[in-house]
C-alpha cells in the first residue's frame, strides 16, 4: 500500500499518527528550552542545505534553519552549500557559521574545477579544522578516479567524512570504499535518494558490512524497514539520521519533525534511536 503514497502523503499520514501518541511541545514552549544535551540525547541534522541541487537551487538564510532547529528541537545541524563553486560553498558555510558557531557545523562542497584548484581550497578550509567534512554530488562531477580520488585522498589525511551522493551507484561507491579505506564515506540516502528498490538498498547495507569506513545516511530513505534492518546487520553507529532540508512542503518546521518522527517510530532501542539521531555524528565529527 505504501507504494501507492507519495513520500510526503505517507511521511504525513504517519507523523499525524505518532503526534497523537507523542505530545509535541508547542513551538512557543520549545523555545523556551534549551537546546542541547541537558534536555535528552543530543539531535543532530547531519544533511542541510545553504543552497539545494533542485532545479531551482533553493538557498535558505541560516536564521531559517536555525528557528526551524529550535522549534523541531535539533541541537546541530550540519551545512553545506551545493551546486555552486568550493570557493563559494565555503563563503557561505562560513557565513552561517559565523552567526550560529555553536548550531551549525560545516562541510566544503568539492566541485573540480579546471582553472583553479579546489583541492588547495579545500585543504585550506579543512587545515583549520573550521570545516568538518566534505561534500560530493554525482549529479555535478562524475565520480571518476582522476576526478574524486584528490577529495578522498585529502579528507583522509584530515581525519573528515565525505558525505557522497553516488545516485545508487554501487559498483562506483564499492571503489572508492575498497580504494580508500582511511577515508570515512557516508553514503547519502542509503545509496539512491527515494529510492524503492530493496535490492538496490540492500547492496549498499551490504557495502557497509563490507567495509567498516562505510556510513549510511538516512535521509530520502522511505522504505523505512529497511533502516531496521541496517541496524540488524551493521549496528546503529554507522547510520546517521538527516533531513536533507530544509523544505517548504508544507512548511520548514513540520517537514523536519516528520523527519525525525520517521526514526522516532522505528522498532528500534533508545539507544539505537539516539545513535542515529545524534550520537553517531558526535563521534564521527568530535562534537
Ligand atoms: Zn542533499
Keep these: ?43 543532530v541534522d547531519s ?51 559565523k552567526k550560529y558557531p555553536d548550531r551549525l557545523i560545516p562541510y566544503v562542497y568539492a566541485l573540480p574545477h579546471y582553472q583553479r584548484p579546489v583541492i588547495k581550497e579545500i585543504e585550506g578550509v579543512l587545515s583549520g579544522g573550521r570545516f568538518r567534512g566534505v561534500k560530493i554530488h554525482a549529479g555535478e562531477c562524475t565520480l571518476a578516479e582522476y576526478v574524486v580520488d584528490p577529495v578522498l585522498d585529502t579528507a583522509g589525511k584530515h581525519g573528515v567524512p565525505c558525505l557522497i551522493d553516488c545516485l545508487g551507484n554501487y559498483p562506483v561507491a564499492r571503489r572508492m570504499a575498497q580504494s580508500f579505506p582511511k577515508t570515512k564515506l557516508i553514503v547519502a540516502h542509503m545509496g539512491r535518494f527515494l529510492s524503492k528498490d530493496k535490492e538496490l538498498l540492500d547492496q549498499f547495507i551490504g557495502l557497509a558490512e563490507e567495509f567498516s569506513n562505510v556510513l549510511l545516511d538516512l535521509s530520502g530513505v522511505v522504505i523505512v524497514e529497511k533502516i531496521e ?12 539520521w538527516g533531513t536533507d532540508g530544509p523544505d517548504k512542503q508544507p512548511d520548514t518546521v513540520t517537514y523536519a519533525r516528520n523527519e525525525l518522527e520517521k526514526i522516532r517510530r522505528l522498532s528500534l532501542s533508545e539507544q539505537d534511536k539516539a545513535n542515529i539521531l545524534g550520537r553517531t555524528a558526535c563521534n564521527l565529527l568530535g562534537l
Excluded: K, W
Excluded at 531551482?56 to 563553486?85: K, L, N
Excluded at 534492518?229 to 546517521?240: C, M, N, P
Design 1 to 43: 500500500m505504501r507504494d501507492n503514497l507519495t513520500r510526503r502523503q505517507f511521511l504525513g499520514t504517519a507523523a499525524a499518527a505518532s503526534a497523537a501518541l507523542t505530545e509535541i511541545p508547542a513551538a512557543s514552549e520549545q523555545a523556551e528550552t534549551p537546546a542541547g544535551p541537558t534536555s535528552g540525547p543530543r539531535i
Design 229 to 240: 534492518e541496517a541496524v540488524q546487520r551493521i549496528g546503529s553507529a554507522r547510520l546517521l
Design 47 to 97: 544533511h542541510v542545505h545553504l543552497r539545494h541541487g533542485n532545479a531551482a537551487r533553493t538557498e535558505y538564510s541560516p536564521e531559517t534553519i536555525v528557528e526551524t532547529m529550535d522549534q523541531v528541537g535539533i541541537d546541530q545541524s550540519v551545512v553545506f552549500a551545493i551546486c555552486t563553486t568550493t570557493g563559494h560553498s565555503i563563503e557561505m558555510a562560513e557565513a552561517a557559521v
